[in-house]
């Protein structure tokens, strides 16, 4: 890689794409006398890590064991993570305490980069930026709900699917959540605005929480 200066939009964008994986993030919280205090908490990286030690015992080992399906999920997050941006970055540099892959993404934020790794570069941050989103939703998961009734569209009422282990289950066809209904046959979308008149066609309630 040679060091031209590269435009600023490129480098920014790794910036913010780096710092949404490994950088502390702003969390606000409501303390028990009603307070709104703000504070920062670990990165998504680091949360993700600490909560895969916590669950494979002493010694924080990252291997595979036995782990409740979600976090079979996380292991292989963490995996393709780690795996990915050490043939991005080789030389994780000196140690400083922090993981191989947060040090490597650092010395990968900081490097100038020539024209002519901006394409190359751009996957990098398409990459990283899903890894952000996706290692939020294993941390905070959408909280669903199953409507046990057939599809208004289809007309299906149950599929199957695999779950994280790679076995098929069967699942109603109508999700809920606070963000929509889908199908998982159709993949017909209805939004929260349309929920009462759903539930009414479907002769089903909303459940508890939905429309909070």
């Not at 709104?36 to 669950?55: D, F, H, N, P, Q």
């Not at 043939?87 to 490597?104: A, I, K, M, N, S």
């Not at 669903?144 to 109603?172: I, K, N």
């Not at 809920?176 to 089903?204: F, M």
Request: hydrophobic share 40%; net charge negative; charged share 20%.
């Amino acid at each position: 890689m040679t060091g031209t200066i590269p435009p600023r939009a490129v480098s920014a964008d790794l910036e913010d794409a780096v710092h949404a994986l490994i950088g502390h993030r702003l969390h606000a919280h409501t303390d028990r006398d009603g307070q709104t205090r703000s504070g920062y908490r670990e990165s998504v990286y680091a949360e993700i890590r600490a909560e895969l030690a916590a669950r494979l015992g002493e010694g924080g080992s990252l291997r595979p064991r036995s782990l409740p399906p979600a976090w079979v999920e996380g292991l292989d997050w963490i995996t393709t993570i780690d795996t990915t941006v050490a043939g991005w970055w080789p030389d994780p540099g000196p140690d400083d305490g922090q993981p191989e892959t947060v040090r490597r993404l650092n010395l990968l934020a900081a490097h100038t980069w020539a024209p002519e790794d901006h394409e190359a570069i751009a996957w990098c941050v398409d990459d990283l930026e899903h890894w952000a989103m996706a290692g939020k939703a294993l941390l905070e998961p959408v909280r669903r709900w199953e409507l046990v009734a057939a599809c208004p569209s289809c007309g299906a009422q149950t599929v199957h699917r695999p779950d994280s282990s790679g076995e098929y289950v069967r699942q109603a066809a109508l999700q809920i959540s606070a963000q929509g209904c889908e199908c998982l046959s159709c993949h017909t979308h209805w939004a929260p605005a349309v929920y009462r008149l759903l539930a009414a066609a479907l002769g089903c309630d909303i459940p508890a929480g939905v429309m909070e």
